[in-house]
């Protein structure tokens, strides 16, 4: 769409110079909140002078350790003038600690990850534009309490954007 700033700002970039743009952040949380659930699986259980009935649940609030996340990102573009388009290449890390509590303990889930991507972005004409872009990330799962729990995981995004006027009021569009 023509009038989508993105493609506004990705056309114009593409026809005049290469870009670099980088972000860090960081977020970070000195007492984290969560719930502390206790269950009453066989009987009804007294905590705290609340009474849980058998089979029932309390959920109480409990602040833990420090939560905290950190974040960068960087994207490089370039014009390819052979094809009226622009590529652009990213890549990120990642890096959180989450507490949390497992019967009662102490944990923490560690999760850092690591991204890459690919994109090739056109405005050929005023009639077609598309965008083609691939995106991988990576993720390893580490629990302080639980190893057996730490995992790893991989995902990949792949699109095709693609919008081409064909005639004067009939327009395709993926």
Known sequence: DPTDPLVALRVRVGERARSIYTILGASYVSKYSTNNTTSASGAPLSVDGVTIPAGGQLQRPVNLGQQYSLR??????????????????????????????????LNYNRTPSASLGVALSSNISPEVDFTLSSNSSQSWVRNSLQQQLNSRYFRQNTSLRLSWIIAKGITLKS
């Open 72 to 105: 960068s990102f960087a994207n490089y573009s370039q014009p390819l003038a052979f094809i009226k388009s622009n590529l652009s290449l990213n890549a990120g890390a990642n890096y959180s600690q989450t507490p949390g509590l497992v019967f009662g303990e």
